[in-house]
């Protein structure tokens, strides 16, 4: 089917004529289920909505992740192109993995609202705008991108929920776990702090159930506080593949489905569509919204209505001309479209019927699931802050382009202490342990300036150590001694493993954190070399890949004693 502008135009027209029935319902969740404000139950009969960013091909890449992205909610003129098309479709919810929050999203998001249409937005952003897998923090810098995100689309009412990650945490990485659910809690302050009813998620890879329902039961959780749930997602997505062809429900997911009957928040697929044995019948959706599964899923999102490529194949349910003008429709879309429009999943149970959720003790770490339960604290600007004015010398970017470069300074300035008998466990830190250095919820850059400092102290100030090629810089405001710079420096971050709401970042744009940071740039920094990061407009694994192991991490060098030590 092909529609030229024209017929598009019309399309939308028509469109815009309806009668603008009423706001868009909140949508509350009761227990494991979504509510609208009518008391119906509410499920999600969504689409991918993203355009692939640029893939670049290497052995570090081997989800194929986007190192750009498009943001397709600051496109207005694209989405009123698109929403006759998702009308066709039926959706109710479409979800978007990266946004730009210095970027104007008014059009897009009154014209979904207006449609009925909800969005999941992922806070995650392509290379060092997530959580990194191979060497993970919960850090400010991230921490503020995901605020700003949220700051931005606080005043549409058809934001449904923001997920803090997307297939971050693999089968040979479940160490990373706590950083996410530190991710969740901290989010899930901040948004109950400005009265958000948006609802907090996180978007999981499928594999094997032995360390995929832990890490289910384990981000929905509370550790804490018993039945409070303050650590605890809102609303938990699976990546589910299983269906391929004409299957069956049990064939293709009663198994899954079993091991998620007593899931204690709200379940969904958050993303599906198998395309390892085209055509994509989409006859799962028949399956995903009868009573054999309504109870324990609440809807999915189909991947994906933009053409995106992955090891496996093709996805994608249309084509958009090079002039970006007009829409050309698959089989594919037909097929969802005629499975979407015929599936309303059960109205059951009523909302007055199901009792609020509780919030289990979190599952022990065995061999197949190594998460520790005490988490990351929340990163702390302030006193990151405080920190890095006292840092004796610092890191001083060439150029803004700098987020590789933070990288491997890390590892050369660590590896440098390390030869003089210091260590960085202040910047790591160990989900499998449960332990995290003083440093570790700071911005990169500023855990690079604190080992760079560390370095040129243990050579007493040697000007030669702080160089770094002409990427550090001494800062003659430091304090005068070793000890003098320890002591300002501890009293910095005197309780390193508090948690707290965090607060919005100084001042919103792109790139900076705003907070007087005084190296170079001012901003942030990342530490991973681009290539390792989560998965963002994620291709898709359907299994495991085991790919993702060599934990290289920055506390891995050095010995023992610190020569300034946050004591
Ligand atoms: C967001 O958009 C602005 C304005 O186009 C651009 O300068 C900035 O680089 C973008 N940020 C990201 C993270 O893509
Ligand atoms: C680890 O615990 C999870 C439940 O949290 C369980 O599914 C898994 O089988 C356990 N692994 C081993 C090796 O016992
Ligand atoms: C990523 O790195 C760039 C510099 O290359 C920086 O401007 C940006 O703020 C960083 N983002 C985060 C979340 O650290
Ligand atoms: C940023 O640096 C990386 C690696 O150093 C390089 O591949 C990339 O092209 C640079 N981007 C810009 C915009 O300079
Ligand atoms: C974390 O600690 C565990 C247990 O001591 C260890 O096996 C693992 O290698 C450590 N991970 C990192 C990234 O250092
Ligand atoms: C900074 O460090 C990077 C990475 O080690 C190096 O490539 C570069 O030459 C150094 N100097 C400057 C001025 O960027
Ligand atoms: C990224 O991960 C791959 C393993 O999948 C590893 O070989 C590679 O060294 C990693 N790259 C970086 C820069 O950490």
Known sequence: MRFGSRALAALAA????????????????????????????????????????????????????????????????????????????????????????????????????????????????????????????????????????????????????????????????????????AAARDIKAYLASKQSSALVGYAAINGAANWRDALANFLSCDPSNGNSGSTAIDIYGLNDYEWCGNSNFDSAYARTTADYAGYNVVAYFSEFGCITSPPRLWTEVGALFSSQMSDVWSGGIAFSYFQAASVQGQFGMVTISEDGKTVTTSDDFGRLRDQY????????????????????????ANSTFVASTNLPPTPN?????????????????????????????????????GQQGGNCDDIGGNGTTGTYGRLSGCDPTIKLSFVMSQFYEATNRNPASCSFAGN?????????????????????????????????PASGGS???????????????????????????????VAQTGAIVGLVSVTLVGIASAFMTLA
């Open 341 to 364: 429009t015929a599936a309303t999943g059960p109205n059951s149970p009523s909302q007055g019927s199901v009792t609020a959720s509780s919030f289990p003790t979190c599952p022990t």
């Open 381 to 417: 600007e302030a006193a990151c802050n405080c920190l890095e004015s006292t840092l004796s010398c610092r890191f001083t970017p060439a150029t803004t382009n700098y987020s590789t470069t933070v990288g491997e300074l890390i590892g050369t300035a660590c590896s440098l202490l």
């Open 511 to 541: 790139g900076s954190s705003g907070n007087g940071g005084s190296n170079g740039n001012g901003g942030n920094g990342g530490s991973n070399s681009g290539s390792n990061g989560s998965s963002n407009g994620a291709i898709p694994l």
């Open 14 to 181: 028509a469109v815009s004529i309806l009668p603008n029935v009423s706001a868009i319902s909140k949508i509350t969740r009761t227990g494991r289920y979504l509510y609208k404000d009518d008391g119906s139950r509410f499920y999600i009969k969504g689409i991918a909505y993203q355009e692939q960013g640029v893939v670049v091909a290497s052995d570090d890449n081997a989800f194929g992740e986007p190192s750009t992205f498009v943001d397709p909610l600051a496109l207005g003129d694209a989405c009123s192109r698109d929403l006759p098309f998702l009308q066709q479709l039926g959706v109710n919810a479409v979800r978007v993995y990266s946004v730009n929050s210095s970027l104007n999203h008014d059009a897009c998001m009154q014209a979904f609202s207006n449609a009925g249409i909800y969005t999941i937005i992922d806070l995650a952003l392509p290379l060092n705008g997530s959580i990194d897998r191979i060497s993970p923090s919960w850090s400010t810098n991230i921490l503020d991108q995901y605020i700003r995100t949220i700051d931005t689309f606080a005043k549409y009412d058809n934001v449904l929920a923001y997920n803090v990650g997307n297939e971050v945490i693999l089968q040979d990485g479940t160490g990373v776990s706590p950083y996410v659910k």
């Open 472 to 504: 550090a810089t001494i800062n003659t405001n430091a304090p005068s001694s070793v000890s003098a710079a320890n002591s300002a420096a501890s009293s910095c971050v005197s309780n390193p493993a508090a948690t707290f709401t965090p607060s919005a």
